[in-house]
Structure formats: C-alpha cells, structure tokens
C-alpha cells in the first residue's frame, strides 16, 4: 500500500497509508481560493509587502509563480520563501537556511505544514506548494498555482510591470481553451503516469502525454509560441514542465517513449523561452532531481516502464565516424535542423512584419549567410548573399497576417568537417504553385556554435515529382 503525506483534521501525517477512507477525505478537501485585487473588493487588496510567496524551485507548479514574480518585476513587492527540495521526510516540506532553501521570512516555522495549519487549525489535505500568504489577515490566500499566476499578471501592475501581460483580453478565449487540454493532458499528465497505480492506467497515461506532446511539436514548427507571436500563460505552464521533461519525468515519472531532445521544434521553443531575460535564473535542476530522484514514495515500483521507443532504423548506413550519415528530422537533437526551422521562421516573421526589431532580425539573416553563399531560384536565376539581402530589405511586412512559410519532412546527411546537406519541403501558406524542395549546404564550424549557409538549391515541387527526385504518393506532395 502506498504511503502519502497530508494533514487530517489539522493533524499531520508523515506516512499515512493511502486507504479508501484517506481517499475519500483527500478528494472532499477544498484548497485555499481567495483572490488578490488591485481594488480590494475580494476582502484581499493589491499592496506592496503585505504578501508573500512560499514556493520550490523543484516544483513546476511552483516555479510559474517564480517566473511572474521575475517577469512582472515583483520582487521588492511580494515577497518569498524557498522550502528545500528534498521532500521524502516524515515533515514533508521543510525551511532550511542553506544553499538550497530559506528559513521562513514571515514567522519562522520549520515545516509547511505549520503554514496551513496557522491559517485552518483543522485543515484537511495535502499540503502544496505554491502558497501566496497575507500578512494582514494571516491567512492563507491561494494554493492553486493557475490562480496565483493571475493575481500576479495583474493586480500588482501599479508597482510591477504593467506592460509585461500574459494573459491579454484579446487571447484570453484561446488561453483558457489551450489550458484546459494542455494542463491535464501534459502539464499533470506526467504525474498521472508516475503516480498511476496500475500498469494499464500507466500505459494509458504515458501513450495519451506523447500523443500530445506530437499534436505540441506539430504545432510549434509552424510557429514560435503556442498561439502564435506572442508569449502568453499557456506557454508558461508548458516551460515548467518541458524544463523538467529529461532530467526528471523521462526517467524518475517513467515517462521514456522519447525525450524532449527527440523532439526538434519542442526543443527549439524550450530554448526560446529559457532564453527569454530573466527565466533561466527561475530553472534550477539540481533542485529538480533533488526532489525527484527523493523517496517521493507515491511511484509504484512493481509498474514497468514502456519506453524508450527506439527505432534503430533511423540512422542509415555510413562509416563508423558518421561521415555520410542520413537522419530523419525528429530522430536527434541536430542543431542543423534546428537552424533550418529557426532560419525560416524567422524570415516568415520578417515577410509578415512581425519582428519586434527590423534590425536585429536582418542582422541575425546576414550572419546566417555565407559571404560566398548562393541561392538558385527554381526559374534558375542564381543570388549571392547581397542580391538576398537586398531582396529581403524590400520584402519587409508584404505578406498578409495568415501567410504561413512551412517547412516539413526535413532530411539530414552530415559529412566531416561539420557540413551537412539539408533536404525539405517548403511550403508558402496559401500561396499555390509555391511548394517547392530545397536542398541546402550548411556548415557548423565548432560544435555548438553557428551554423552557416553555404548554398541552397530550390525546385518546385511538381518540377521534382516529374524528374523522380521525390514520391508522388508520399505526405511531402501536399502544401
């Protein structure tokens, strides 16, 4: 019988077996759902230094919370207190002094579960981080991490950042459509996996979470963000758990039919938000595998994990130093599949006029290129790296808003010397007669650093069905 950590009737239990009778009083318990506004009407008025925040890095949950508190520029405004990631003792979350926690900076209890008992003696429930507390009433206000990122978005704007909105009046239908099939099915579908208490209930979690994460990589390699330009909460609530994907829930949640890296346009948008200022001081793995890899003690250990899905078909004949090595785009983490979405995304964005900065973005085209690079047109015209500059100086915003510059079934042969030749189809979004396959020669001078383009060769489709160099039947014949 599993053992789980909770208070019952404002008593706590360090191992508690999970009976039926625990079951049904943990499922009856209701969190804390109070609301921080800037007018004050919830009985909880926006002030600076009245609230504060008890999180972990280790959890993702948590770490969304850390994140607004960053971005909107909060943190002389609500302040926090970090609990130790490692969980697995009979106090559960525990305050530390150390490299790794805080001591509690409101009244210098040891464990969390003195906080909700301060705030409801006869609490029943688990005892979660986020925590958002009020100074004035102390109490608690929220313990529902999706709530808390809101008050954060907003009701703090006349001291934070007001300008930084995830979630916009515009969007906000989108958003909570998104959030409502992407929370339970990835962000919680990772726990539903590594908690299930059988193996079918396992196996059905596990193929229902990549199902979904393949609908995610389709989807973002068509665009940057999970609805389109702008970053929003939804994206928020996808980094805290991709962030974590293959150092934690691959391995310690048994979620292994692939990892993030398997993925490239997950991988690329990952990046893309870890890169955002600010977020990558939020993301701290040493917290995240001190937690996870903990005795958590809710894992089965009899269930078997169903992964990885490994096809050992996907890497084509070549030498034993890789020299001519074929890849199939999805397979590896390649930073020349990488750059090719990159690249053409982001001349996507410069045709619509969707670049924040014009200058950047034609600065970021120009390192791309090789001084010696040259484009030939399908009608056979050739282009030096000037003669593409000049054109795409003058291309700026000529595309309408729907216009969608895709690009799929990428192919990938390295050689040595780190060059690599790229086969894809491109695909202009409503454009007909435009869906054409490009070959291009690209080349990495170190590892990990730029890649460059040395040339590239465009055909239009039909032209290259007709002389053999692609199936006709196959899924690249459609734009």
């Avoid at 053992?3 to 008593?11: D, K, N, Q, T």
Wanted: glycine content about 8%; proline content about 4%; charged content about 25%.
């Amino acid at each position: 019988m599993r053992e789980i950590r909770a208070l019952i009737g404002g008593v706590w239990h360090g191992r508690l077996d999970e009976t039926a009778a625990v079951r049904s009083a943990l499922a009856g318990a209701r969190g804390f759902r109070g609301q921080v506004t800037a007018d004050g009407r919830s009985g909880f008025r926006a002030e600076p230094g009245r609230y504060h925040l008890y999180v972990s890095y280790a959890c993702p949950w948590a770490h969304r919370t850390i994140i607004y508190r960053q971005l909107k520029r909060l943190e002389n405004v609500v302040t926090m207190s970090v609990l130790h990631p490692r969980w697995a003792t009979p106090e559960g979350w525990r305050f530390d002094d150390g490299a790794m926690s805080t001591v509690d900076h409101v009244a210098g209890r040891r464990f969390l579960h003195e906080v909700y008992r301060a705030a409801k003696p006869d609490y029943t429930g688990r005892v979660s981080v986020p925590v958002l507390w009020d100074r004035a009433t102390e109490t608690i206000v929220s313990n529902e991490s999706g709530e808390i990122i809101r008050m954060l978005n907003s009701a703090f704007d006349e001291w934070g950042d007001a300008a930084a909105d995830f979630y916009p009046p515009a969007l906000r239908a989108d958003i909570d459509a998104l959030n409502a099939w992407l929370i339970p099915t990835v962000c919680a579908g990772v726990y539903r996996a590594g908690f299930a208490a059988t193996q079918h209930a396992y196996e059905r979690a596990v193929v229902a979470l990549f199902a979904a994460l393949d609908e995610l990589e389709r989807r973002l390699s068509r665009q940057p963000y999970l609805l389109g330009d702008q970053l929003t909460e939804s994206d928020w609530h996808l980094f805290a758990t991709l962030c974590r994907f293959d150092a934690v829930y691959h391995g310690a949640l048994r979620c292994n039919l692939r990892r993030l890296v398997d993925y490239p346009a997950l991988t690329a948008y990952a990046r893309r938000v870890h890169d955002v200022p600010g977020v990558a001081e939020t993301v701290k793995l040493d917290h995240v595998k001190r937690h996870y890899y903990d005795a958590i003690g809710e894992i089965d250990p009899t269930i078997v994990p169903v992964g990885p899905a490994d096809d050992y078909r996907i890497i084509g004949s070549g030498s034993a130093h890789g020299v001519g090595r074929e890849e199939r785009a999805g397979a590896t983490d390649d930073s020349f599949f990488a750059e090719v979405l990159d690249f053409h995304r982001g001349l996507e964005r410069w045709l619509k006029g969707d670049v924040p900065n014009r200058d950047i973005a034609f600065a970021r085209l120009a390192a791309a290129l090789a001084e010696d690079f040259v484009v030939v047109h399908p009608n056979g015209r050739r282009d030096g790296k000037a003669g593409v500059l000049r054109s795409f100086a003058s291309a700026f915003g000529e595309k309408p808003k729907r216009y969608r510059l895709e690009i799929r079934d990428v192919s990938l042969r390295r050689y040595e010397g780190g060059l690599c030749l790229a086969t894809y189809v491109e695909s202009h979004g409503g454009e007909a007669g435009r869906t054409r396959v490009s070959t291009a020669l690209l080349r990495q001078r170190s590892a990990g650093g730029p890649v460059e383009w040395l040339s590239l060769q465009e055909t239009l489709l039909a032209e290259a069905v007709g002389h053999g160099r692609i199936d006709a039947t196959s899924d690249a014949t459609v734009g």
